[in-house]
């Protein structure tokens, strides 16, 4: 391609709403243009760099044996029904009806329709182990569409689906999908972490999210400093902490007036913060309606909300404010552990589980008590935020907390799909069961943002060269220079010819501009066709490294070869 022909864009200023070094590079570079909220248009550079992802992903899952397909982005309500997903999707699920009344919804993500393609077609044990997968838009009606490509509202995913007979036969699959996944990421380029995940709305037991390591990651991960372990905070377990005995000399009701942050009743009654109990009031919303739900944790610990999420079954929480827990006689600020209202959800912190002498609201004004948390009393589930410093839950060392960016994402589903679509095989014995399924994402478009935010730096973009629009920017410094010209020339047909990605920067203006659009854009080399043209010498520039090196003709090509 030629620069002067082709339509790249960039621009100095900086877009006002990008935060993000990926954002705003995008944005400048000319790779994406901004069409609604959270939806791009991919121009010519963004589109060569989302074809090369996508073509290492397809490479790698094909030789691991999975078959490429495309279904519908429009799929029909009544699968969304029949899995039960469809009021439980919430507002990311953007439904609409035809003109015959027909209800639809622009898929955002596909178990239901993958699920339907494959019943009633694969009968038999013996037409088992399938994996499909296919590299298509979604569509999720995000609230906060942010960031550019890293959350868009309408993106890019590969999703894959396979059908099992057993579960030991999905955990196999399950196991080549995070080697396979790893072999993507790591030709793409990008610096991650494999962590233990939540399994979210997507359902099923275990699953493992793929982290890109950078600052910019919207994600927290707690990553061990000694051995593999990692979780995402949703998931994080840890070793309980040792709390140093502690005996306070209180009994029965104690006046604290007006005391109602931890900190303060702390300090007011002299006592550790992990000697207090604190309840966190908030409103779930299930399917068929909202309830009051408490989370009783430690005074210094903090409440990990999706760990609250799925205590109870909900689909959503939000803040109680202090009328509605007013209008049902609960005393905000003084909320006790032994609060018994009809209808009010009561979850208690596994930690807490035995633990004596405990200061918790006495569910009165201006009051609270000393108690026993017992077991068997109430329903206990991990509901801890594990933090920085906390102990690893398999080997004791550090943890840490690090930010990621979700790149990839694999579920054990099991049969939470086949089961209520009914798709269903025999097995060896004659025996009608439902497929055990495994689920695995990718987000393709989003990795062209974590690429950046992984590699970038304060000029531009840092491309790997699995993934850079061009492999190489021949600059020809001056235009106007005819040996200049004619070397530029001569290195891009050598190029072209040897099958390298080239583009010949032969535009009338100024070295600078070049320079800059090269850094901005992020080939990984620039050739440079200067002053030692009439020489017969060109010079590299290495992107990253910003290393230069002044050769031969001749020897520009093999290098290029060589080291491209
Ligand atoms: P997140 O927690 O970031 O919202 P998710 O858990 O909802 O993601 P999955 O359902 O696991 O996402 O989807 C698979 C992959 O699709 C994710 O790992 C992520 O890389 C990508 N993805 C999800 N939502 C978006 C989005 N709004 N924009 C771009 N990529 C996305
Ligand atoms: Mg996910």
Same mark, same amino acid.
């Given at each position: 391609?030629?620069?002067?022909?082709?339509?790249?864009?960039?621009? #100095?200023?900086?877009?006002?709403?990008?935060?993000?070094?990926?954002?705003?590079?995008?944005?400048?570079?000319?790779?994406?243009?901004?069409?609604?909220?959270?939806?791009?248009?991919?121009?010519?550079?963004?589109?060569?760099?989302?074809?090369?992802?996508?073509?290492?992903?397809?490479?790698?899952?094909?030789?691991?044996?999975?078959?490429? +397909?495309?279904?519908?982005? +429009?799929?029909?309500?009544?699968?969304?029904?029949?899995?039960?997903?469809?009021?439980?999707?919430?507002?990311?699920?953007?439904?609409?009806?035809?003109?015959?009344?027909?209800?639809?919804?622009?898929?955002?993500?596909?178990?239901?329709?993958?699920?339907?393609?494959?019943?009633?077609?694969?009968?038999?044990?013996?037409?088992?182990?399938?994996?499909?997968?296919?590299?298509? %838009?979604?569509?999720?009606?995000?609230?906060?569409?942010?960031?550019?490509?890293?959350?868009?509202?309408?993106?890019?995913?590969?999703?894959?689906?396979?059908?099992?007979?057993?579960?030991?036969?999905?955990?196999?699959?399950?196991?080549?999908?995070?080697?396979?996944?790893?072999?993507?990421?790591?030709?793409?380029?990008?610096?991650?972490?494999?962590?233990?995940?939540?399994?979210?709305?997507?359902?099923?037991?275990?699953?493992?999210?793929?982290?890109?390591?950078?600052?910019?990651?919207?994600?927290?991960?707690?990553?061990?400093?000694?051995?593999?372990?990692?979780?995402?905070?949703?998931?994080?377990?840890?070793?309980?902490?040792?709390?140093?005995?502690?005996? /306070?000399?209180?009994?029965?009701?104690?006046?604290? @007036?007006?005391?109602?942050?931890?900190?303060?009743?702390?300090?007011?009654?002299?006592?550790?913060?992990?000697?207090?109990?604190?309840?966190?009031?908030?409103?779930?919303?299930?399917?068929?309606?909202?309830?009051?739900?408490?989370?009783?944790?430690?005074?210094?610990?903090?409440?990990?909300?999706? #760990? /609250?999420?799925? !205590?109870?079954?909900?689909?959503?929480?939000?803040?109680?404010? !202090?009328?509605?827990?007013?209008? %049902?006689?609960?005393?905000?600020?003084?909320?006790?552990?032994?609060?018994?209202?009809?209808?009010?959800?009561?979850?208690?912190?596994?930690?807490?589980?035995?633990e004596s002498g405990m200061i918790?609201?006495?569910?009165?004004?201006?009051?609270?008590?000393?108690?026993?948390?017992?077991?068997?009393?109430?329903?206990? /589930?991990?509901?801890i935020a594990v933090k920085?410093?906390?102990?690893? @839950?398999?080997?004791?060392?550090? %943890?840490?907390?690090?930010?990621?960016?979700?790149?990839?994402?694999?579920?054990?589903?099991?049969?939470?799909?086949?089961?209520?679509?009914?798709?269903?095989?025999?097995?060896?014995?004659?025996?009608?069961?439902?497929?055990?399924?495994?689920?695995?994402?990718?987000?393709?478009?989003?990795?062209? !943002?974590?690429?950046?935010?992984?590699?970038?730096?304060?000029?531009?973009?840092?491309?790997?060269?699995?993934?850079?629009?061009?492999?190489?920017?021949?600059?020809?410094?001056? /235009?106007?220079?005819?040996?200049?010209?004619?070397?530029?020339?001569?290195?891009?047909?050598?190029?072209?010819?040897?099958?390298?990605?080239?583009?010949?920067?032969?535009?009338? $203006?100024?070295?600078? $501009?070049?320079?800059?659009?090269?850094?901005?854009?992020?080939?990984?080399?620039?050739?440079?066709?200067?002053?030692?043209?009439?020489?017969? #010498?060109?010079?590299?520039?290495?992107?990253?490294?910003?290393?230069?090196?002044? %050769?031969?003709?001749?020897?520009?090509?093999?290098?290029?070869?060589?080291?491209?």
């Open positions: 391609m030629r620069f002067s022909r082709a339509f790249i864009r960039t621009v #100095k200023e900086t877009p006002k709403d990008a935060v993000l070094i990926s954002h705003k590079y995008l944005l400048r570079g000319g790779f994406i243009s901004a069409q609604s909220a959270g939806i791009y248009d991919f121009m010519p550079l963004g589109k060569r760099v989302l074809d090369k992802i996508r073509a290492v992903v397809k490479e790698e899952l094909d030789r691991a044996g999975c078959e490429e +397909v495309s279904l519908g982005f +429009v799929t029909p309500a009544d699968f969304w029904r029949e899995s039960g997903r469809f009021f439980k999707y919430g507002k990311e699920l953007l439904r609409f009806k035809d003109r015959k009344e027909g209800e639809f919804v622009l898929g955002p993500t596909h178990e239901e329709a993958m699920v339907n393609l494959v019943r009633g077609r694969v009968s038999s044990y013996k037409q088992l182990p399938l994996n499909l997968y296919q590299i298509n %838009l979604k569509f999720r009606d995000e609230a906060r569409p942010r960031f550019g490509l890293m959350r868009g509202r309408e993106f890019l995913m590969k999703d894959g689906y396979s059908f099992h007979d057993s579960r030991e036969d999905m955990l196999r699959e399950f196991r080549l999908m995070e080697e396979t996944y790893k072999r993507i990421f790591r030709r793409i380029g990008i610096d991650f972490k494999v962590v233990e995940a939540d399994s979210g709305a997507i359902g099923g037991s275990g699953s493992k999210e793929f982290m890109a390591l950078a600052d910019a990651g919207e994600d927290t991960i707690l990553c061990c400093e000694k051995c593999e372990y990692g979780a995402n905070v949703e998931a994080a377990k840890r070793v309980k902490p040792d709390y140093q005995p502690f005996e /306070a000399n209180f009994a029965g009701e104690i006046d604290t @007036p007006n005391i109602t942050a931890i900190g303060d009743l702390a300090a007011f009654l002299k006592v550790p913060e992990y000697k207090t109990i604190k309840a966190v009031a908030k409103k779930a919303l299930f399917d068929d309606g909202e309830k009051i739900a408490i989370f009783y944790i430690r005074g210094c610990d903090d409440l990990e909300e999706t #760990k /609250a999420l799925n !205590a109870i079954g909900a689909n959503e929480l939000t803040d109680a404010s !202090a009328d509605e827990l007013a209008r %049902l006689g609960i005393a905000a600020g003084f909320i006790g552990l032994n609060l018994k209202i009809e209808g009010v959800l009561i979850v208690v912190d596994s930690e807490l589980e035995n918790t609201g006495a569910n009165r004004q201006d009051k609270h008590i000393v108690v026993s948390v017992e077991s068997g009393a109430h329903t206990f /589930a991990d509901l920085s410093g906390d102990r690893c @839950p398999v080997c004791g060392a550090a %943890l840490k907390s690090r930010s990621g960016i979700e790149i990839g994402h694999i579920f054990q589903l099991g049969e939470r799909y086949s089961k209520p679509l009914n798709a269903v095989f025999l097995d060896e014995n004659g025996k009608t069961k439902p497929f055990v399924m495994g689920t695995y994402g990718i987000g393709v478009s989003r990795l062209i !943002a974590a690429a950046i935010e992984a590699n970038g730096d304060e000029k531009g973009c840092v491309w790997n060269k699995a993934i850079a629009p061009y492999l190489v920017d021949i600059i020809v410094s001056s /235009a106007k220079d005819e040996a200049q010209t004619a070397l530029g020339e001569r290195l891009y047909s050598r190029l072209i010819h040897d099958g390298i990605d080239t583009i010949l920067d032969d535009r009338a $203006v100024g070295f600078g $501009v070049k320079m800059n659009d090269f850094e901005l854009i992020g080939f990984p080399y620039a050739v440079i066709a200067g002053r030692l043209a009439a020489e017969g #010498k060109a010079e590299i520039v290495e992107r990253k490294s910003g290393e230069r090196l002044t %050769l031969e003709i001749d020897r520009v090509i093999d290098w290029i070869k060589e080291n491209g």
